[in-house]
């Protein structure tokens, strides 16, 4: 199969989709690797080491797409990039469609399998490439949320960890997932005092024994949320509803509990943000305020850090990108119910039932995609 990584072009993103090393994997195994120019370099990764590899360097996405039968990404296609599908494409990359009617419809018309990392599940039901990405968004939220507290930035004027005589910052992490864990953990060890806010006991129990007692895990209503709000300083969005829209747990008129230039900091953003007034920004022009409320929304957050992410990504991503390219989409999605529930799009229907319920569609079954699916895909 003819493997295809294009240079990424949403907005402050830096990531590629695959590494050298993922290049020497696929070669081994008599795959062809096409590289767009460039496309490594804001991972620190030059097109010269992936031709040491065994890939063909190619001037344009253009000559990406055209030569390959697999486009493998990190961020969603962009509108140029989705005009050059086509129904021999397999897609891999992450989709996030669920509040992306416009890219769902691009999508369908393209013809193109298109297989979401966000929505692969292991054996256990976890998200495996969705899980390296949420350790880094959580790092991240925390970080940013505590740079964006000083008073230039348009914050509170808090050193979220406090001094010696001088009260911490309070932190408040809505979820337990992934992100949540990681986003606590940053927020632990600068020493804020922390509160970690999930509906589910059993996560709660694994939270107070993770991380080691030194938070307060709350189980999460309406009233529990309104009632610490007025005493937080950072507000860390961590919800997350598997491939579906995230549901909003604070709404404009709860903006009003906080204190002046608190900040929201909203890692559920790619699936359309868990705080009613949250929107997509980018790492350019990060936040925006609403009602004396700091909002940082940054919807590649771990595109800041790629040499990490790269990396991080590629080490989950390469085994499946193996999988479809030596067994082709049919046997590898057969074969794996927890890679089955990674297809999205195929055969110009939606495959993914959270996805088209909250878009007002009916999906296809995903077997009975495949099997309309050409076999050459």
Not at 40 to 59: F, H, K, L, R, T
Not at 112 to 135: F, H
Not at 301 to 309: L, Q
Request: hydrophobic fraction near 45%; charged fraction near 20%.
């Amino acid at each position: 199969m003819r493997v295809g990584v294009p240079t990424e072009i949403k907005t402050d993103e830096y990531r590629v989709a695959i590494t050298p090393a993922g290049v020497r994997e696929l070669v081994d195994r008599g795959q062809d690797v096409l590289i767009q120019h460039g496309a490594g370099e804001g991972s620190a990764i030059p097109d010269a080491e992936y031709a040491e590899q065994g890939a063909s360097i190619v001037p344009d996405a253009a000559a990406v797409f055209a030569g390959s039968d697999m486009i493998v990404k990190v961020k969603e296609p962009q509108a140029v990039e989705v005009a050059m599908l086509e129904a021999r494409h397999i897609l891999f990359t992450y989709l996030h469609l669920a509040p992306d009617a416009a890219l769902t419809e691009g999508l369908r018309r393209s013809g193109a399998t298109c297989i979401a990392y966000e929505t692969v599940t292991d054996k256990n039901g976890r998200l495996p490439l969705l899980a390296p990405m949420s350790e880094v968004a959580g790092k991240i939220a925390t970080q940013a949320g505590a740079f964006m507290l000083e008073k230039p930035l348009g914050g509170r004027g808090l050193l979220l960890g406090g001094v010696p005589g001088v009260a911490a910052g309070k932190v408040m992490v809505i979820g337990g997932g992934v992100v949540g864990l990681t986003a606590a953990e940053i927020a632990i060890g600068m020493g804020a005092e922390t509160y970690v806010f999930d509906r589910s006991i059993d996560r709660l129990r694994e939270l107070d024994f993770l991380l080691n007692n030194r938070c307060s895990t709350v189980f999460s209503s309406t009233l529990s949320i309104e009632k610490l709000l007025p005493e937080v300083d950072l507000v860390i969005g961590a919800v997350l509803v598997h491939g579906a829209k995230a549901p909003h747990v604070i709404t404009r008129e709860q903006l009003k509990l906080m204190k002046s230039n608190a900040v929201l900091v909203d890692v559920s953003i790619d699936q359309g943000g868990c705080f009613e007034t949250s929107r997509p920004t980018t790492h350019t022009d990060p936040t925006y305020e609403v009602d004396g409320v700091t909002h940082y929304c940054v919807a590649n957050m771990p595109g800041a850090v790629p040499i990490t992410s790269t990396f991080a990504l590629t080490n989950a991503t390469m085994p499946y990108v193996i999988k479809l390219a030596e067994h082709g989409v049919h046997a590898a999605l057969k074969s794996d119910p927890g890679f089955l529930e990674g297809l999205n799009v195929a055969a110009g229907e939606v495959t993914y039932a959270p996805v088209a319920a909250d878009q007002g569609l009916t999906a296809l079954a995903p077997l009975d995609a495949l099997d309309r699916i050409p076999a050459v895909a």
